[in-house]
C-alpha cells in the first residue's frame, strides 16, 4: 500500500466494492482502524466504573464470548445474572420484558442490566471479530 494511505482512508464500502472488482486491497489499515475503535468500545464498557462492578462485567463479556464461540468455559457469575447473559449471547432476540424484570426482582437497577447487556454484546462482537480476522490472516 502507498505510504500516504492510512488507518482512516480505507472504509469497509471500499473494501466490499473492490472485492466485487475482484482487486485486493490490504487489510492492514482498515483492521488498524477497526482494532482501535474496538479497544476504545471494550475499554469504555469494561474498565470503566459504573452500575455493576468491573469484575462482573468482565466475566460478562468472557462467558458470552464462550457462548459466541471463543474457545474456553464460561465464566462464574451471580447465579440471577448467568441465564440472562446466556440469553442474550445466543438469542438476544429472545428477551423479554419479563427477562428484564426478573432481574429487576432480583434487585438490578436498570443501568445494571444496560451494563449487563451490553456486556454480552461486546463478548459477542469480541468473539466474532477474532474469529473473522482469524480467518482472514488464514486466508492471506
Given at each position: ?11 469497509p464500502s471500499l473494501y466490499r466494492f473492490a472485492s466485487r472488482k475482484g482487486i485486493i486491497l ?16 471494550r475499554e469504555a464498557v469494561l474498565e470503566t466504573q459504573g452500575a455493576l462492578p468491573l469484575a ?85
Open positions: 500500500a502507498p505510504a500516504e494511505w492510512n488507518a482512516d482512508w480505507i472504509s490490504p487489510l492492514t489499515p482498515f483492521n488498524d482502524r477497526l482494532n482501535r475503535l474496538f479497544a476504545m468500545l462482573v462485567r468482565r466475566a460478562i463479556e468472557a462467558r458470552a464470548a464462550v457462548q459466541a464461540g471463543r474457545p474456553g468455559k464460561p465464566e462464574e457469575m451471580p447465579a440471577d445474572l448467568a441465564p440472562y447473559v446466556d440469553k442474550v449471547a445466543r438469542f438476544a432476540y429472545k428477551v423479554t420484558d419479563a427477562d428484564v424484570q426478573r432481574l429487576h426482582d432480583s434487585g438490578y437497577s436498570d443501568a445494571a442490566i444496560f451494563e449487563a447487556t451490553v456486556s454480552a454484546a461486546v463478548g459477542v462482537a469480541s468473539a466474532g471479530l477474532e474469529r473473522t480476522l482469524g480467518a482472514l490472516r488464514g486466508a492471506s
